[in-house]
Every structure is written in structure tokens, then in C-alpha cells.
């Protein structure tokens, strides 16, 4: 299982930004997809998930300003971002849960400058 997060750049805030996550393998089963950042002097944490049943969770810090979707046919898994502040600044990780493990992608960075 190979994941590749893209759309990580540098934006001002209040602007937007979308990251792609695209997975080698189908999506449709997996148990949870979701993305994660690490911001500077954090560890990573969770940003947004989604359930094989289309459950949608998000940090309290980004309700409202964050939107996830998953698009089977695609294999990928898309993270809208808007109303960006600096504290969101970050590398941010898609995930995957099922096939038996936790897949990681590589990270994409992302810069809101003020």
C-alpha cells in the first residue's frame, strides 16, 4: 500500500489550499482514511478522518474551515482546507487503517505565512 499526498504550498492567511491523497489500492473497504499534521513544536495530530461508512471526524480546531472527502473511484482522498491561519502550518500525512496495518504517506508541507 503506497499513499501520495499533494497540494502542501505556501499561502496567506485566510486563503485556501486542497491536499490530494492518492492510494495504490482501492479505498472502498478500508476501515478509516484520514489526515494528520504536524504543526512546529507539536506532535503529529489528527486533522480529519473518515470511516468506510462515511463517518467524518475533525479536530476542534478545524470545524468549519476543513472539509475531507473520499472518492472511491478515484482512490483518493481530498482535504479542502480554507480560512487558513499560521497555526496551521505544518506537515501534513494522509493515513490509511485496513488491509491489516496503518499506512502512512510521505507528508506534504504546508506554509501559511501572516
Known amino acids: 500500500v503506497q499513499l501520495q499526498a499533494s497540494g502542501g504550498g505556501l499561502v496567506q492567511a485566510g486563503g485556501s489550499l486542497k491536499l490530494s491523497c492518492a492510494a495504490s489500492v482501492s479505498i472502498f473497504n478500508v476501515n478509516v482514511m484520514g489526515w494528520y499534521r504536524r504543526t512546529p513544536g507539536k506532535q503529529r495530530e489528527l486533522v480529519a478522518t473518515v470511516t468506510r461508512a462515511g463517518a467524518l471526524n475533525y479536530a476542534d480546531s478545524v470545524k468549519g474551515r476543513f472539509t475531507i472527502s473520499k472518492y472511491n473511484d478515484k482512490r483518493t482522498v481530498d482535504l479542502q482546507m480554507n480560512s487558513l491561519t499560521p497555526e496551521d502550518t505544518g506537515v501534513y500525512y494522509c493515513?490509511?487503517?485496513?488491509?491489516?496495518?496503518?499506512?502512512w504517506g510521505q507528508g506534504t508541507l504546508v506554509t501559511v505565512s501572516s
Open positions: 493515513s490509511l487503517e485496513g488491509y491489516g496495518s496503518a499506512y
